[in-house]
Every structure is written in structure tokens, then in C-alpha cells.
């Protein structure tokens, strides 16, 4: 096995094999490792489904990164003659005043539908009638912003990575799984990584351990704090009203916090647990770490999405969940990514976590890895670099995006 590389990445969860298959397309020999062995369910990319739309409402900056993404995912599909993304659609409802809150983003059905016409994504404006009568399940009050996206809707993360992961292997990449990784050192040009099998040497080291980064770099990924979410998998009454033929994915906000929000998915042929996937986000209880996630659902859990989120919004499932599971969401302190270098080990390439809503990103943000590697990136563009004021991150990032990464073709320069 060899003991050294050109690139080696730490985690190859939905980044981590992202950056893999693109660092060794684009001719680097990677060596990579994850604590377990993926697609696995211990960390963020998991549980069948993830919510893919072009108008991101958490800002123009990331409108590229997603339709480059979509690109790699057809491409992908292409060559493995798999399905990876279902366009059901999507819709999202907030209040007429669109003063919602999702993944940091005030505003946020405003500025989906503010993305959407900026960018000459197809979409509609939907009025609370016509949602009714296309969507009868969703219990609208007739006060509602409606967003709907039909070119949106669901990935399947567990087949992405491990079709990834797969295009990478028959590349060249070697990929050690149930190794965790104890200490990484830069030192001059080069960075060491120690294992409990080993310690392997290489010119460039990327870390895309998801909750776990921050334990392998303390000072930059300091802030990423570690939340628990809770999956449910609700048995519909009538099966066909939330078939993906007649339901898209959604995002419904509906408080003034973070945590007023649910998201769900419609049934699909292939998928294990076999129910309609509803879940909502927390962001107040801060895990220590990864490894203190209780992964054991209690039912008064599901109770508590009925509570405060489902009932008088949607109709017509089943209180009792056929399937639950844990997750973890690793967020910034913007809920924003890093791809970049860190100032004090130019050899590191720090990539942050999802922060809730990364994975629809995650192809583009391998090339993004792979371009900052090979030095076609030198300085990533706003909202990506690891020290940096982020508070603003509307057109000016979008505009610099589409000048200096991306370039006709759609592919980083």
C-alpha cells in the first residue's frame, strides 16, 4: 500500500469523494481515508435523500456552484448508467412578508424567487389557490410566498458517493477505509498523516471529515459547531397523493427562527425505508463533538414534529414513523463553506462542512478542490476562504465566481 501521494484527502463523505474522483481525474495520485467505511450512516450524508434546487436561496454566490453540480451529476449518471437526481420538483412556502429564516438566510423564499429571475432559472410564483389544487396535501392559509422550482429535486447522496468514490478507484485513487486518522503535521512543502496503521506523507493534504474536521484543525474550523437532526419516515395514507408525480420536494418556513422549518421529500422507487421523509432542523443543542451523537430516536420525537411543524400544514400521514435516523449538521458560523488553504500550511486545504445544506454542491465544490490543488485557484472566490469578512455574499461573490472559476464550458479553468 503506498505510503505516499500527491493529495491525500481526510473524509470521503459527500466532499471528501467529491474532491477525491476530481483530484485524480484531473491527474493526481490520491490516497484517501475515512473513519468508516462509506456511504455510511455516521455522519451528514445520509438517509437516501437531499433537496437540490437552483434559485438557493442562501445566496447568489452558490447559484453556479449548484448548476455546475447538476452538470457533473448528469455527466455521472451518464457514465454509470444510474439515476442520481430525481427533478420532482421543488416548492418553498414562506409567510407574503418572506421574513422566514433557513440556513442563516433572512428572507429566504424572497430571495429564492429573488435568485430565480436574477439568474433566468425557471420557476413560478404560485398563489395559495393553485397550490392547493396542484398540491392538495399542503394546508396553506392563504397568506403564503410560494416558490416552485421544476427543474429541482431530489439526490440520492448514498449512490453519489459511492459512484464517486468508485470513479476515483478505477482512476488510480487508493482509498483506505476504518482507518481514522489521530494527527496530521505540515512540515515544509509537505504534510505527514498518522493512522494507527501507518504514517503516509504527501505535497498536498485536504480535510473533508465533516463534524470531524475541526477536532484535525482546531484553529480554523474553531467555529463549526455540531448539531443533531432527527429523520422521520411517515406512512401516507394515500400512497399516490405523495408519489414524486404528484409531490416535490419542499421547504416550508414558517417562524422567525432558524428552527421554525420542516423539509421533506415524496416517495420514490429504489428507496429502502419506504415512507415520505419529513424532517425539521435544530441548531441550539451544540454537540461536544461527533462521536457524542445519540442516535436512538425516542417517539415523542416524532410526536414533537406533529406538534410543532405538521399538523395544520400537511395532511394525510401517519403519526407513528416506520423509520427514524440521526444525522449530524456541521455548520459555520454563517452557514456558508470554506474551500481554501490555511494561511499558516499552505500544503492544507481546509473544506468545511455542509452547514445543513451542502450536498447539492458537493460535485462543484470537488472541482473547486481539485482547481485549488492544482493552482488554477489561487485565491478562492467570496464565501469560500477561510479568513475573510462573510458577511456579505450577494452579487459581487457571484459575480467574481463566474469570472475567475468557472470558465464557458462550465468547468474551473
Not at 116 to 138: C, D, K, N, Y
Amino acid at each position: 500500500m503506498p505510503k505516499h501521494a500527491d493529495v491525500i484527502v481526510i473524509g470521503l463523505g459527500a466532499m471528501g469523494a467529491a474532491a477525491a474522483w476530481q483530484l485524480q481525474r484531473g491527474g493526481m495520485n490520491v490516497l484517501g481515508f475515512d473513519r468508516f467505511r462509506p456511504p455510511h450512516a455516521m455522519g451528514s450524508s445520509h438517509g437516501e435523500t437531499r433537496i437540490t434546487r437552483e434559485a438557493v436561496g442562501e445566496g447568489d454566490h452558490l447559484v453556479p456552484l449548484v448548476q455546475r453540480s447538476n452538470a457533473i451529476w448528469r455527466d455521472l449518471e451518464d457514465r454509470t448508467k444510474s439515476v442520481l437526481f430525481d427533478r420532482c420538483g421543488a416548492l418553498i412556502i414562506g409567510s407574503a412578508e418572506g421574513s422566514g429564516i433557513h440556513h442563516g438566510r433572512r428572507e429566504f423564499v424572497k430571495g429564492t424567487v429573488a435568485a430565480a429571475r436574477r439568474f433566468g432559472i425557471a420557476h413560478e410564483v404560485l398563489s395559495p389557490a393553485e397550490t392547493r389544487h396542484r398540491f392538495p396535501q399542503f394546508l396553506l392559509q392563504g397568506d403564503e410566498l410560494i416558490y416552485y422550482e421544476p427543474g429541482g429535486g431530489m439526490l440520492f447522496p448514498e449512490r453519489c458517493i459511492e459512484l464517486q468514490l468508485g470513479e476515483a478507484k478505477a482512476l488510480g485513487a487508493t482509498l483506505r477505509f476504518d482507518e481514522p486518522v489521530h494527527k496530521i503535521a505540515a512540515e515544509g512543502g509537505s504534510v505527514q498523516v498518522h493512522t494507527a496503521a501507518g504514517t503516509y506523507e504527501a505535497g498536498q493534504l485536504v480535510v473533508a471529515a465533516g463534524a470531524w474536521s475541526p477536532g484535525l484543525l482546531p484553529g480554523t474550523l474553531a467555529a463549526v459547531s455540531i448539531a443533531r437532526q432527527v429523520l422521520h419516515w411517515l406512512p401516507p395514507d394515500r400512497p399516490q397523493q405523495f408519489d414524486r408525480n404528484h409531490c416535490p420536494v419542499f421547504i416550508w418556513t414558517h417562524g422567525e427562527t432558524s428552527e421554525d422549518s420542516i423539509y421533506g421529500f415524496p416517495l420514490a422507487p429504489g428507496l429502502e425505508a419506504g415512507g415520505v421523509k419529513v424532517a425539521d432542523e435544530q441548531y441550539t443543542a451544540i454537540l461536544p463533538g461527533p462521536d457524542q451523537l445519540q442516535r436512538e430516536i425516542a417517539p415523542f420525537e416524532t410526536e414533537a414534529l406533529f406538534r410543532d411543524h405538521l399538523d395544520g400544514r400537511l395532511s394525510g400521514l401517519g403519526r407513528t414513523a416506520l423509520k427514524t435516523a440521526a444525522c449530524l449538521y456541521a455548520s459555520t458560523d454563517d452557514g456558508q463553506f470554506i474551500v481554501d488553504r490555511l494561511p499558516e500550511a499552505p500544503q492544507v486545504i481546509a473544506v468545511s462542512a455542509c452547514s445543513g445544506h451542502g450536498f447539492k454542491h458537493s460535485a462543484g465544490l470537488g472541482e473547486l478542490v481539485a482547481a485549488v490543488a492544482a493552482g488554477r485557484v489561487q485565491t478562492p472566490p467570496p464565501g469560500f476562504r477561510a479568513v475573510e469578512p462573510r458577511a456579505s455574499l450577494e452579487s459581487p461573490g457571484r459575480e467574481l465566481m463566474n469570472r475567475s472559476l468557472w470558465d464557458g464550458s462550465g468547468r474551473p479553468r
